[in-house]
């Protein structure tokens, strides 16, 4: 039997492991006392920031977009939508902010050193020794950049080890929203780098998934993200051990608002072949077992609405793979089926999968070809569909005159029969041609030039050109029909388009 010294003993122990919890907690509390206890920013300061909230809610991205130097517009414009995507789409209450400056650099040290060792591990898109550098340089040399990278890390630090704070840290987030601006307006050598852009992403985004939707946009900001590394093909076998980290950063960041927001994943893990980090192992493990529970729970609770639409019977089911993960493209796919054939009771899915073309095709001809890649890569994907659908969009001016933009839908069944339509097509703004000539993609030219964000995800560039008399899903789901006219009339014979 113990004895009562010995039960004392470990409940001393107890009381001393319980003691260190409960004073660093309360050294966090200090901390955060410490670093919010300060004066709110000059005049001039909070002015700049309003300055900048109120621009930013109404700017139009085309008036940033330089005439004359498209060979240069898609860093402008990438920096335009990082900036827009920085608020959130309701803004009108963050001018009620009483906007901050930095602290103290001890009290910023001391933060800053917290962040290394609580989130960094857990979020890898800087290294210890970035922060410690921009943290110093942002007091010694006074750098607008580092002034952000500083402000945004001691604002994400606050959010962490202490939620309250949140009016507190949205306060400081702005002020170094309002450094970044002035980082580009300096035109700052450190910024011609574009992984400096997604290293803002990630700074930005971070803080957003942690504050919520109330002061930013993290669903835009995580898309830019993704994007961005994808484009820059960071998701395959990189070189460099900064290349990694901002990839597994957008990763983490993508699958955090995907799953808060029941919306797609960026970008399916099958298609990923970059190698974790050392320093952020765990998490990415984490996030990777959470990315495939995350995708079949989503498939049951497709599979559970279908079978409750159906009050419970077993009725036979046609499966539709959309070689995409477009939402627009998925639901124009699926009205299409469902109005085609309304005796049935289509369920449609999509999947990432290549076009073998270039990202904006430039012909029909590369755009048909775009959308019979896309077919293909879904059947090899998914063998196990009844349908297999592929939607291009594409641009064509061999006519001279206006650009013309239009989409090819192709379809395929199981038993080898195709279909293929093409949408209607319409002349584009030349505001927005030229920027698709100089190699920007339609979609975000029209987020460039409408002040959007993943427009192309949305109402698209017909929708917006229209002002959603018609939408892109409403686009798509005519051609979708028109390509379904073969498997609708089974005892004629077409051919294929040439």
């Given at each position: 039997?113990?004895?009562?010294?010995?039960?004392?003993?470990?409940?001393?122990?107890?009381?001393?492991?319980?003691?260190?919890?409960?004073?660093r907690a309360s050294s966090a509390d200090?901390?955060?006392?410490?670093?919010?206890?300060?004066?709110?920013?000059?005049?001039?300061?909070?002015?700049?920031?309003?300055?900048?909230v109120d621009g930013l809610a109404q700017v139009s991205l085309a008036a940033m977009t330089p005439h004359g130097m498209v060979a240069?517009?898609?860093?402008?414009?990438l920096r335009s939508l990082i900036l827009s995507a920085s608020l959130p789409p309701a803004h009108s209450h963050i001018n009620q902010l009483s906007y901050l400056e930095l602290?103290?650099?001890?009290?910023?040290?001391?933060?800053c050193a917290r962040y290394c060792d609580d989130i960094l591990p857990a979020f890898p898109s800087l290294t210890a020794e970035q922060v410690h550098y921009h943290c110093q340089n942002a007091y010694k040399a006074n750098s607008a950049y580092s002034c952000f990278v500083t402000?945004?890390?001691?604002?994400?630090?606050?959010?962490?080890?202490?939620?309250?704070?949140?009016?507190?840290?949205?306060?400081l987030y702005f002020y170094g929203l309002s450094c970044l601006e002035t980082a580009m307006e300096e035109g700052s050598g450190c910024l011609d780098d574009i992984l400096l852009d997604l290293e803002v992403v990630m700074l930005l985004g971070h803080f957003g998934s942690l504050?919520?939707?109330?002061?930013?946009?993290?669903?835009?900001?995580?898309?830019?993200?993704?994007?961005?590394?994808?484009?820059?093909?960071?998701?395959?076998?990189?070189?460099?051990?900064?290349?990694?980290?901002?990839?597994?950063?957008?990763?983490?960041?993508?699958?955090?608002?995907?799953?808060?927001?029941?919306?797609?994943?960026?970008?399916?893990?099958?298609?990923?072949?970059?190698?974790?980090?050392?320093?952020?192992?765990?998490?990415v493990e984490l996030f990777r077992i959470m990315s495939e529970v995350y995708k079949h729970a989503m498939s049951e609770m497709e599979q559970h609405e279908?079978?409750?639409?159906?009050?419970?019977?077993?009725?036979?089911?046609?499966?539709?793979?959309?070689?995409?993960?477009?939402?627009v493209k998925i639901s124009a796919s699926l009205q299409g089926f469902s109005r085609m054939f309304p005796g049935a009771t289509p369920t449609a899915r999509g999947v990432s999968v290549p076009s073998g073309v270039a990202d904006q095709p430039f012909s029909d001809a590369e755009t048909l070809r775009g959308a019979r890649n896309r077919v293909d890569a879904a059947r090899a994907a998914a063998p196990d569909a009844d349908y297999w659908v592929g939607i291009e969009g594409g641009v064509d001016?061999?006519?001279?005159?206006?650009?013309?933009?239009?989409?090819?839908?192709?379809?395929?069944?199981?038993?080898?029969?195709?279909?293929?339509?093409?949408?209607?097509?319409?002349?584009?703004?030349?505001?927005?041609?030229?920027?698709v000539r100089g190699g920007m993609e339609l979609g975000h030219a029209d987020d460039a030039i409408f002040g959007r964000t993943n427009s192309k995800q949305r109402n698209g560039s017909v929708g917006l050109l229209t002002d959603d008399a018609v939408d892109r899903t409403a686009y798509y789901v005519q051609a979708v029909i028109l390509a379904l006219i073969p498997f609708k009339n089974t005892n004629l014979t077409f051919l294929a388009a040439p």
């Open positions: 039997m113990s004895s009562v010294t010995d039960l004392d003993n470990r409940r001393g122990v107890a009381v001393t492991g319980n003691e260190g919890r409960l004073a200090h901390l955060i006392d410490d670093l919010f206890a300060q004066p709110t920013s000059t005049g001039a300061q909070s002015s700049k920031v309003k300055t900048l240069r517009t898609q860093d402008t414009v602290p103290r650099q001890q009290i910023a040290e001391r933060v402000a945004t890390i001691l604002a994400t630090t606050a959010i962490v080890i202490s939620p309250g704070s949140i009016q507190n840290a949205a306060s504050a919520g939707d109330t002061f930013s946009d993290p669903w835009a900001l995580s898309g830019l993200g993704i994007r961005i590394a994808v484009d820059l093909g960071l998701h395959k076998a990189v070189d460099t051990d900064r290349k990694r980290r901002l990839f597994w950063a957008a990763y983490i960041l993508d699958r955090k608002c995907a799953v808060a927001r029941n919306k797609p994943l960026g970008l399916p893990d099958e298609a990923i072949a970059t190698p974790s980090l050392a320093l952020a192992r765990n998490s279908t079978t409750n639409s159906q009050g419970g019977a077993a009725a036979s089911q046609t499966t539709v793979v959309v070689a995409s993960h477009n939402p001016d061999a006519r001279g005159g206006a650009l013309q933009s239009f989409a090819w839908v192709v379809v395929a069944n199981k038993e080898g029969r195709t279909g293929e339509a093409r949408t209607a097509a319409y002349g584009l703004a030349e505001e927005t041609a030229r920027l």
